[in-house]
C-alpha cells in the first residue's frame, strides 16, 4: 500500500487544501505529508488512534523525541508549522474545539549562513564536464544556465522549450507557489544555450518527442536527484566537495551582490517572496568582505 493509501481523512482534507490556500510548493506539501504520518504512527504506538485525538502534552512529547533522534531544531519547527496549520484547519472546520499547539513554542534556530563557493570554484565546476561527451555537453549548458540564473534545481530540471526566449536573452521560470519570473539569462550562457540546441540536444533524444530543454537519454524529464548526482560527479573532478545545485544558486546570489546589484533585484531575480529571505546573502557578503580585509589590508 502507497503511502497516499494511508492518509486518513483529516490528513487528505489538509494536504489537498494546501496548495489553494498557502501555494506551497509540491515538494513542500509532500514533507507535510510524510511529518504527519510519522506523528500518526507515533500516537497509535502510544494508543492514540487518530491525530484529532492528539493532547498538547503529545506534541511537546513528540518534538522532544524527534530532537533526542537527532532532528535538528529547523526540522522540528517545521513539524510544529505543518501541525499547527493541521489543527488550525481543524478548528476552522468545527471538527475541533481547542488547538493543541496554541501555547507551543517553536525550538528556538539560529540562521546558518548558506555555503558558498568562490568564482574560482565555479570556473572549476563550470569546466569540469567533457565536452567530447554529448551528457557531458548538456550538463555544462546545465551548469552555466544555472549560475546564470540562479534557479532552483526543480526549475532548471523543469524547463520547457517555450520558456526560453533566445532573441530576447531570458527565461520564464514557474517557481514555488506557481510564480512566474523572468530571469535574463546572460551572454555566455546564452552561447553555451545556443550550441546546446544545435549539437547536442537532438542527438540525446533522437526520435523521441520531448519539450523538457534538458532530457535524459531516454528522452524523458530528468529528476532532481538525478541532476544532484551530475552535478557531486562534476564536483568532485573539480575538487569542490558537498556540493549540490542550492550551493551553486547561492553563489550565484553572493557574487551578484559583491559585484553591487541591488537586494531587491537579487530578491527578484531568485523568486523570494520575502525580503527578509535575500537578506541573507548580504551577511555572507560582509563576511566575504571582512576575510578579504583582514588578508590584504596592511593593519587588517
Partial sequence: MSR??????DIKTYVNGLWLERGLSKNTIESYKIDLLKFECWLNA??????IGAQRSDIQDYIGYQL?????????????????????????????????????DSPKIGRPLPKVISEEQVEKLLSAPNLEDTLHF?????????????????????LELGEINMNQGVVRVLGKGNKERLVPIGEEALDW????????????????????????????????QAFWHRIKLH?????????????????????????????RVLQMLLGHSDLTTTQIYTHVAKQRMQELHARHHPRG
Fill in 4 to 9: 497516499s493509501e494511508k492518509l486518513n481523512d
Fill in 46 to 51: 502510544k494508543g492514540v488512534k487518530r491525530l
Fill in 68 to 104: 533526542e533522534s537527532g532532528r535538528s531544531p529547523r526540522s522540528s519547527s517545521r513539524f510544529l508549522s505543518c501541525v499547527r496549520g493541521f489543527y488550525r484547519s481543524l478548528v476552522r472546520s468545527g471538527d475541533l474545539e481547542i488547538d493543541p499547539t496554541a501555547d507551543i
Fill in 138 to 158: 548538456r550538463d555544462r549548458t546545465m551548469l552555466e544556465l544555472l549560475y546564470a540564473c540562479g534557479l532552483r534545481v526543480s526549475e532548471l530540471t523543469n
Fill in 193 to 224: 544555450l545556443g550550441r546546446y540546441f544545435k549539437e547536442s540536444r537532438q542527438e540525446i533524444i533522437r526520435r523521441s518527442q520531448c519539450d523538457v530543454v534538458f532530457p535524459t537519454r531516454s528522452g524523458r524529464k530528468m529528476t532532481r
Fill in 235 to 263: 564536483g568532485k573532478k573539480a575538487g569542490i566537495h558537498s556540493l549540490s545545485p542550492h550551493v551553486v544558486r547561492h553563489a550565484f546570489a553572493t557574487h551578484l551582490l559583491n559585484h553591487g546589484a541591488d537586494l
